[in-house]
């Protein structure tokens, strides 16, 4: 495994040596583990590293953070931790664990173990293999339950027959695992998957949990093909069991994907957009406002995103048909859409297919959204105006001008202003 390692780039292959010498003189064995390894050896890039100490994690991370001088933050129920290693790198750590659950569907409960303990409690094979990065056994692949094996056949294993009643999100992850590898689920595995679902397993599992995994299969680059194995083998009813996706449906997911496809092209200098929830607004789309608003409780999405989701679900039909008259000035483009999500946007982009209404959303992003005008208040105050709540309007005015082309530049968005003031004359 030397030879995969030494491919990485240097920054993390310098981490990996920080945590070898750490080991050394802490008389610790440590092991990169779980999704980094899979995606070493399969050449999928993978940076976010996992590390796994014999004894205490916590306090190996403790000396690893310190040594960079990062953010630690620590988990000790788990005895995980997690070091802020700049913007967008983290480490996590851990100390070996076996497991067991208490009842199905149930978090478990966790003590010390070895690192074969540590394999077994994991989901399926192909996450469960290591790397010695000890000293002595830099670059050694511990695989204790034939991953590397499974990762060549292009399998899906779980790694005993009562993995998915321990841990139902595992069927999801499954899924997942399957489509972004282009893997198959083995058959006793897609056996065992089966058979929890049969007995809704899913319904018994704590909600977050289940959004947070479902969140990950939508986060995925092109999840239509997660979403169409749903289907085929959970349904959606684990979400809501009034929730059907039609061929209907469907057909929307794949308008979706298109738009989300052309926002991230023709507007790269753009806030980048959820994916996931505009996927979510699909799934949901038959759903009615109390329904949505149910899933939304049920799942405790966080305040923006459940605001997303309930401003789509109460747009009219009266607003649909307003933006998709022929036309109508930028201002009033302008004025309906900017208070709502690009999000919300897209999916009406998608389901719309009015010409008009899709040159105006087009419009909007192209040429409306970020307008901005030169004036400011020290100009309004120059003027002899005193600010307060006026201000606002002014300013409201002059850009409503600025979209509609009545004014250009800052000199005639002051000529604008004078305008006003004298016709209030």
Same mark, same amino acid.
């Given at each position: ?68 001088k990062a953010k630690l933050i620590r988990h000790r129920r788990f005895g ?54 000890? $000293?002595?056994? +830099?670059?050694?692949?511990?695989? /204790?339950?034939?991953?590397? *094996?499974? =990762? !060549?056949?292009?399998?899906?294993? #779980? ?14 992850? $499954?899924?997942? +695992?399957?489509?972004?590898?282009? /893997?198959?689920?083995?058959? *006793?595995? =897609? !056996?065992?998957?089966?058979?929890? #679902? ?86 949901i789309d038959d759903c009615s406002l109390n329904v949505s608003q149910e ?131």
């Amino acid at each position: 495994m030397k030879d995969y390692l030494n491919k990485l780039p240097k920054e993390i292959l310098d981490l990996i040596y920080l945590a070898r010498d750490i080991a050394a003189e802490s008389g610790m064995r440590v092991y990169l583990v779980g999704g980094f390894v899979r995606d070493l050896i399969l050449g999928v890039n993978n940076l976010d590293l996992d590390i796994v100490a014999e004894t205490d994690g916590i306090a190996f991370a403790e000396k690893f953070a310190h040594a960079l001088k990062a953010k630690l933050i620590r988990h000790r129920r788990f005895g995980t931790a997690t070091v802020m290693h700049r913007p967008h790198l983290k480490i996590d750590f851990a100390t070996a664990r076996k497991e067991f659950y208490p009842a199905p569907g149930h978090l478990p409960v966790v003590e010390s173990g070895t690192l074969k303990d540590d394999h077994f409690r994991r989901d399926f094979t192909i996450n469960a293999m290591a790397i010695d990065i000890t $000293a002595g056994n +830099f670059g050694k692949l511990m695989d /204790f339950y034939g991953g590397t *094996n499974d =990762l !060549k056949n292009k399998s899906i294993r #779980i790694l005993h027959d009562l993995s998915f009643l321990d841990d139902p999100t595992r069927i999801l992850r $499954a899924i997942r +695992f399957e489509a972004r590898y282009n /893997f198959h689920i083995e058959p *006793n595995t =897609l !056996k065992k998957m089966k058979e929890a #679902i049969r007995i809704k397993m899913l319904d018994q599992v704590e909600p977050q949990r289940v959004r947070d995994d479902l969140i990950l299969m939508l986060k995925e680059k092109r999840p239509l093909k997660e979403i169409a194995r749903m289907k085929e083998l959970t349904g959606f009813s684990f979400i809501n069991p009034k929730l059907k996706v039609s061929n209907r449906v469907i057909g929307f997911l794949k308008a979706l994907e298109k738009e989300i496809v052309w926002f991230e092209k023709s507007q790269p200098l753009r806030r980048q957009i959820d994916s996931w929830l505009i996927y979510f607004l699909g799934i949901i789309d038959d759903c009615s406002l109390n329904v949505s608003q149910e899933i939304c409780r049920k799942f405790v999405f966080k305040k923006g995103e459940e605001k997303r989701i309930i401003a789509y679900k109460r747009i009219g039909k009266n607003f649909v048909l307003r933006l998709s008259k022929k036309g109508l000035k930028p201002s009033f483009i302008f004025s309906m859409l900017e208070p709502i999500s690009y999000e919300v946007i897209l999916a009406l982009k998608a389901k719309h297919k009015n010409s008009e209404l899709q040159k105006h959303i087009s419009d909007f992003f192209e040429i409306y959204n970020g307008m901005k005008i030169c004036v400011s208040g020290e100009d309004l105050h120059g003027l002899g105006l005193k600010p307060g709540p006026h201000y606002q309007k002014i300013f409201a005015a002059v850009l409503n001008a600025k979209l509609n082309g009545a004014v250009k530049n800052r000199e005639q968005e002051l000529d604008l202003i004078i305008q006003k003031l004298k016709e209030k004359r």
